[in-house]
């Protein structure tokens, strides 16, 4: 793997939620927040648990510190959580922008909770968190139909293409 790897897959990903942002933007704070399936329950807390865990792979792999996971209740507005996610892939990017590939390799100590610790490179942390906003982001597509939205096509493949 190498750090242009990781800028591609971040790049997709903030394509990705770009295109859901869209159609976020048009839920009500009642849409936004309304208990509808899946392990969160809401749009809401679906995307506020994708940001926070995002933000916590970065700070562990050594960009900037996050602090206490984020609130699902500190975004009651769909405008709230999209201009926070802004700031974060700016986080992102910067910090991908001064790695090399050499840093990838870099070990990382990492728990969760109080639970036990573990060792990993940082461009697996990375991969894996790019991956992890893949899978809620198909939660969140879901959630959207239920509401009676649909976010369209934002496949990889329509990345390529679009960029293409």
């Not at 997709?12 to 295109?19: D, E, I, Q, V």
């Not at 995307?47 to 500190?74: I, Q, T």
Request: hydrophobic share 40%; proline share 4%.
């Amino acid at each position: 793997m190498r750090v242009a790897d990781l800028q591609r897959l971040y790049d997709y990903g903030y394509w990705a939620n770009r295109k859901l942002f869209a159609v976020i933007a048009e839920l009500t704070p009642e849409e936004f927040t309304r208990q509808v399936a899946g392990s969160y329950g809401s749009v809401r807390n679906t995307l506020v648990h994708v940001l926070s865990a995002e933000w916590g792979w970065l700070d562990r792999c050594g960009g900037r510190e996050r602090g206490p996971r984020l609130n699902a209740e500190d975004y009651p507005t769909p405008a709230a959580l999209i201009e926070k996610w802004g700031s974060v892939e700016a986080y992102v990017r910067e910090f991908l922008s001064g790695l090399r590939d050499a840093d990838l390799s870099r070990e990382v100590e990492f728990a969760f909770g109080a639970g036990p610790k573990y060792r990993m490179p940082v461009g697996q942390l990375l991969q894996h968190g790019a991956n992890h906003a893949v899978h809620h982001r198909g939660q969140v597509a879901l959630l959207l139909r239920m509401l009676g939205r649909t976010p369209g096509d934002f496949d990889l493949l329509y990345y390529d293409g679009d960029r293409a």
